[in-house]
């Protein structure tokens, strides 16, 4: 079972508003990936880091959303100014390297109102 | 581009009878197969994957043989329970650290 830990587990926020959470990786898993999952299903990446550098990022990823994996401290995936359309589960993936096998948190699912 | 095509479900299943899941998949890379499955409420947890063509992965009854001639990684199970209810995801994993390409999912119900 995945010892990735997501905090909060529900978020409920109102357009414009900031929304952030919170990862906790696997202890030893220096990659962290970042997906956004909607109500079909679809899974989005986000962005992802090992230790604290960014590897790769979508374009939204650089506007309304930023990230931080800093040293010794939780991961964090922050909504600057919430749109309905962000309502999603936001998931954290953690992994040994970057090709390695990704094991999953159990989101953060996010309510914009 | 880089995709992959799984079953359109729902699939609606009695306990006891089996279950195939079709997978396939297109890329120009060389993949590692996998096999995710999601409770309500939880992340995608592997079921297990499969790095090398021709050979097969299993776990809980459950198994898939990566066929680099038909490109397609079909998940079956002999005979389903009722906790095998769940969301079962085909994904492609490619080299350069790249994010997992996730089929569209395939919702499974089994009944008592």
């Known amino acids: 079972n995945s010892k990735v830990i997501q905090t909060p587990r529900y978020l409920v926020k109102g357009q414009g508003q900031k929304a952030k959470m919170r990862c906790i990786p696997e202890?030893?898993?220096?990659?962290v990936f970042w997906y956004q999952q909607n109500k079909n299903n679809e899974f989005k990446f986000l962005i992802n880091?090992?230790?604290?550098?960014?590897?790769?990022q979508i374009d939204m990823t650089e506007k309304r959303f930023s990230a931080e994996c800093p040293s010794n401290s939780p991961c964090s995936l922050e909504i600057q100014s919430s749109e309905a359309g962000d309502s999603a589960l936001y998931l954290c993936?953690?992994?040994?390297?970057?090709?390695?096998?990704?094991?999953f948190g159990p989101g953060t699912r996010l309510l914009v109102l | 581009g880089d995709s992959v095509t799984q079953t359109k479900g729902p699939v609606t299943l009695s306990e006891g009878t089996s279950l195939t899941v079709n997978c396939s998949y297109e890329?120009?890379?060389?993949?590692?197969l996998f096999w995710y499955v999601q409770y309500p409420g939880e992340g995608p947890q592997l079921l297990f994957k499969?790095?090398?063509?021709?050979e097969k992965g299993s776990n809980r009854g459950f198994e898939a043989t990566y066929d680099k001639g038909t490109t397609s990684f079909h998940l079956q199970k002999a005979s389903v329970q009722e906790s095998d209810s769940a969301v079962y995801y085909c994904?492609?994993?490619?080299?350069?650290?790249?994010?997992?390409?996730f089929g569209t999912g395939t919702t499974v119900s089994v009944s008592p």
């Open positions: 993936a953690s992994s040994l390297g970057a090709q390695d096998t990704q094991y």
């Open positions: 202890k030893g898993h220096p990659v």
């Open positions: 880091f090992q230790n604290q550098e960014v590897l790769q």
């Open positions: 890329t120009k890379q060389y993949p590692t």
């Open positions: 499969v790095p090398k063509a021709n």
């Open positions: 994904v492609l994993g490619l080299q350069g650290g790249r994010a997992l390409i």
